[in-house]
């Protein structure tokens, strides 16, 4: 069992900067696929970035790419997501996602373990 806990969420206006953290408890982190996804109200929780175990390999989505950064530290269990130029479309809550086998996975039900969540809001 992988537990996740994210942290970093807030508010910020328009242009500010936020980084999210996702900590997991177990040492086989290493092991997992990890991704950030937000959900907004009403709306499906999407993938916003991944990362593979080893970080060799990223993903972003459309929305995301030249702001968001994914990166992981496997040293520390712990998955960063850095936010530049954030946009009111971006306001969400943000989890993160645990996928056993290492490699990057596109859609919510295929990720094995999960965060809290945390809220970000962004202000026009």
């Known amino acids: 069992q992988v537990r996740l806990v994210e942290s970093g969420g807030g508010l910020v206006q328009a242009g500010g900067s936020l980084r999210l953290s996702c900590a997991a408890s177990?040492?086989?982190?290493?092991?997992?696929?990890m991704g950030w996804f937000r959900q907004a109200p009403g709306k499906e929780r999407d993938l916003v970035a991944a990362i593979s175990w080893s970080g060799s390999s990223t993903y972003y989505a459309d929305s995301v790419k030249g702001r968001f950064t994914i990166s992981r530290d496997n040293a520390k269990n712990t998955v960063y997501l850095q936010m530049n130029s954030l946009k009111p479309e971006d306001t969400a809550v943000y989890f993160c996602?645990?996928?056993?086998?290492?490699?990057?996975?596109?859609?919510?039900?295929?990720?094995?373990?999960w965060g809290q969540g945390t809220q970000v809001t962004v202000s026009s």
């Open positions: 177990e040492r086989t982190f290493s092991s997992h696929a």
């Open positions: 996602g645990a996928k056993t086998g290492g490699a990057i996975y596109y859609t919510a039900n295929n990720y094995d373990y």
